[in-house]
């Protein structure tokens, strides 16, 4: 038997979830933008679906876009940020957000379409709000900061944040793929992307959930569908399943608030072993964290070799986001907030609401073979 403790890389689909794509797969297959019934038995499975996401987010239905998932909705609010001419605008991030956001702002700045103002970022793996009020100061045209940080699990102060660049009248994207269903994500965003893999729904499609008018600029030239915002033929059964797991997740935070004890005991158990190269040390410690997060740093070890360790000893964590792995690279988001001499030395053990006490004694039974070898 494993333990799959890798929750932030994607989480195992609900059964609900999989009955519901079931259904639609053999019922709605139809191209939902052809006009006879057929096409509209899948169109009504998308704009149940559409309904159901839009009620997670706190919006409108019609201002939600079906992507392929977080990594587009991203691109797509960013870009769409920064798609007319004229001198380049400020976009203001950090270090600590998901690659499909810095990477776009990276993207964008080469384009010469925007100048990335990088906030400063505290040892403890926040953004510095004094840096924040400084970068307001320029009038940029985004602020984007996520909801719940992918490797450490520390929470983004999104509502002060909402707040700051509202007053001086700035937009704001939050990519909030890895707070759905998990925190309470704050209201008041321009843009918020969802990721329905990260909450108990299907892979291959996201959305981007905007407030009421926001503009959006295709990303991708195509067809008319999603109002010509992002061409494409959606799949009803992908949608059935994010449906689903969008009303499941809309009241699921207090079930994730109640993992923080068997993350507490977890971190507590691991923190106490007294491995032959030192201790480990949780990162983003005493920040406000996710309750189901923790980025354990251990010194003398290279986080991806003790990864591979455990995965021998039937245990699945990460060291760093998903989307990275297998790659050498350190962390960016530990090099952002421990520098360069821990930034390869992290673990991520992240839970779940299937998570039993049994699945965390052996993980850290697991971490006792490796780390006293
Ligand atoms: C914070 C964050 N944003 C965006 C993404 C990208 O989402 P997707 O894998 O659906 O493209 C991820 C996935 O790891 C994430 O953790």
Not at 106 to 122: F, H, I, Q, S
Not at 178 to 193: E, H, L, N, R
Request: hydrophobic letters at 45%; aromatic letters at 4%.
């Amino acid at each position: 038997m494993r333990a799959y403790l890798d929750w932030n890389a994607t989480t195992p689909p609900l059964a609900e979830v999989l009955d519901a794509m079931r259904e639609a797969a053999g019922r709605a297959w139809a191209n939902p933008s052809s006009v006879h019934a057929d096409g509209r038995a899948a169109r009504a499975v998308i704009e149940d679906a559409r309904a159901s996401v839009a009620a997670l987010a706190g919006t409108d239905p019609r201002d939600v876009v079906f992507t392929s998932g977080g990594t587009e909705a991203n691109n797509l609010a960013l870009r769409s940020a920064f798609s007319t001419g004229g001198a380049p605008a400020a976009l203001v991030t950090s270090r600590l957000e998901h690659p499909s956001v810095t990477r776009v702002a990276e993207a964008l700045e080469r384009e010469g379409r925007a100048r990335v103002r990088w906030l400063e970022v505290t040892p403890d793996g926040a953004i510095d709000l004094d840096d924040l009020d400084r970068a307001l100061e320029a009038a940029p045209a985004l602020v984007t900061v996520q909801a719940v940080n992918h490797e450490t699990g520390v929470l983004s102060p999104v509502a002060e944040v909402i707040a700051r660049a509202r007053a001086a009248g700035v937009r704001v994207h939050v990519d909030a793929v890895q707070g759905w269903g998990k925190i309470d994500v704050p209201a008041g965003w321009d843009t918020a992307s969802v990721a329905p893999h990260k909450m108990r729904g299907p892979k291959g499609i996201g959305a981007l959930a905007t407030r009421a008018g926001a503009r959006l600029e295709p990303v991708l030239a195509g067809g008319s569908q999603e109002k010509g915002i992002r061409p494409g033929t959606i799949d009803a059964a992908l949608a059935a399943g994010f449906g689903v797991a969008a009303r499941i997740a809309a009241r699921s935070a207090a079930r994730w608030a109640a993992l923080g004890p068997l993350r507490d005991r977890i971190e507590r158990e691991l923190l106490a072993i007294d491995a032959p190269r030192g201790r480990a040390r949780v990162a983003g410690a005493p920040a406000r964290r996710a309750p189901h997060v923790s980025n354990l740093i251990w010194p003398g070890w290279i986080g991806a070799e003790l990864v591979a360790a455990l995965d021998l000893e039937g245990v699945s964590v990460s060291s760093g986001a998903a989307c990275s792995a297998g790659t050498v690279e350190p962390s960016p988001v530990l090099l952002a907030m421990l520098g360069a001499a821990d930034a390869a030395r992290g673990v991520r053990v992240s839970i779940g609401d299937a998570t039993t006490e049994d699945d965390a004694s052996r993980a850290v039974r697991a971490f006792r073979a490796v780390l006293g070898r």
